[in-house]
């Protein structure tokens, strides 16, 4: 079983980059996955807060998780024509 080394977010290249002890590395394109689940500005927020505090968590929840039910769950908003 491979083992998680590293996780962290490259600004250069905007990926979570996970490497594992066999070698492998997977890199998740944030800007795609935001581009894909993302609907408001309080949403982008969430993930951004996430990629760059936390990448080990956001890439378990691309990974592994439903970003979109996660974000509609942690984010809350009022429309301002309400």
């Keep these: 079983m ?8 490259n600004i250069d290249t905007t990926c979570v980059e996970l490497k594992y002890s066999d070698g492998s590395m997977v890199s998740i394109d944030t800007i795609a996955v935001e581009n894909e689940v993302v609907e408001n500005m309080y949403e982008q927020s969430e993930l951004d807060y996430l990629i760059y505090n936390a990448p080990a968590e956001y890439a378990d ?8 039910t996660y974000l509609k769950t942690v984010t809350r908003y009022n429309s301002l024509d309400d």
């Design 61 to 68: 929840l691309i990974l592994n998780g439903d970003p979109v």
């Design 2 to 9: 491979k083992k998680l080394i590293s996780c962290e977010f």
